[in-house]
T-cell receptor
Framework: EAQVTQNPRYLITVTGKKLTVTCSQN?????MSWYRQDPGLGLRQIYYSMNVEVTDKGDVPEGYKVSRKEKRNFPLILESPSPNQTSLYFC???????????????FGSGTRLTVV | GQQVMQIPQYQHVQEGEDFTTYCNSS?????IQWYKQRPGGHPVFLIQ?????EVKKQKRLTFQFGEAKKNSSLHITATQTTDVGTYFC?????????????FGAGTTVTVRA
């Protein structure tokens, strides 16, 4: 089944404790992206990757890191989480046309992160 | 960067009635996409519009892309309880914004039976 798999689904952590949220897709998609969703703000892009070893900042990258060492995986790293990073996080992938995001994103099921 | 605004934020609909949600961008878009997120779920891709003035239909849903490619609308006829959820539009720009899909804040739809 074509899908984007995120782990964990739920995570409660303490301020400053490094964490990683994993994301994997099995569709051979070139393009992957991370979003956070907060009430009233919709989905805001954190980072995206156009292909292996190619990443770029989205609209809200502060406090986050990503890497794309393999095509299928795109982990999101919070080196020192803070309470304002409490949010619902989604990983998404897309078959990227030349210079465009085409065909829609496939989203993972989400990771609900609470930082206390 | 581009900004995408959606109105209304909330839409309370009587079952069987029609409604429309609107999406406006501050810049010209190369394409616009629509997603639906059920309560507790993740966004699911509905459709993509690329051409100026394009209209696409999916059963009771009609999607339109404006002539200037800066706005879009989603019209749902004869609303059903299965239409409950949040509908997002997302716009893709040109040039340096080619790979950035900017989402609106969404319209959350509730249905009165």
């Amino acid at each position: 089944e074509a899908q984007v798999t995120q782990n964990p689904r739920y995570l409660i952590t303490v301020t400053g404790k490094k964490l990683t949220v994993t994301c994997s897709q099995n569709m051979n998609h070139e393009y992957m992206s991370w979003y956070r969703q907060d009430p009233g703000l919709g989905l805001r892009q954190i980072y995206y990757s156009m292909n292996v070893e190619v990443t770029d900042k989205g609209d809200v990258p502060e406090g986050y890191k990503v890497s794309r060492k393999e095509k299928r995986n795109f982990p999101l790293i919070l080196e020192s989480p803070s309470p304002n990073q409490t949010s619902l996080y989604f990983c998404a992938s897309s078959l990227s046309g030349r210079g465009r995001v085409e065909g829609g994103y496939t989203f993972g099921s989400g990771t609900r992160l609470t930082v206390v | 960067g581009q900004q995408v605004m959606q109105i209304p934020q909330y839409q309370h609909v009587q079952e069987g009635e029609d409604f429309t949600t609107y999406c406006n961008s501050s810049t010209t878009l190369s394409n616009i996409q629509w997603y639906k997120q059920r309560p507790g779920g993740h966004p699911v891709f509905l459709i993509q519009l690329v051409k100026s003035g394009e209209v696409k239909k999916q059963k009771r849903l009609t999607f339109q892309f404006g002539e200037a490619k800066k706005n879009s609308s989603l019209h749902i006829t004869a609303t059903q309880t299965t239409d409950v959820g949040t509908y997002f539009c997302a716009g893709c720009g040109f040039g340096s914004n080619d790979y950035k899909l900017s989402f609106g804040a969404g319209t959350t739809v509730t249905v009165r039976a």
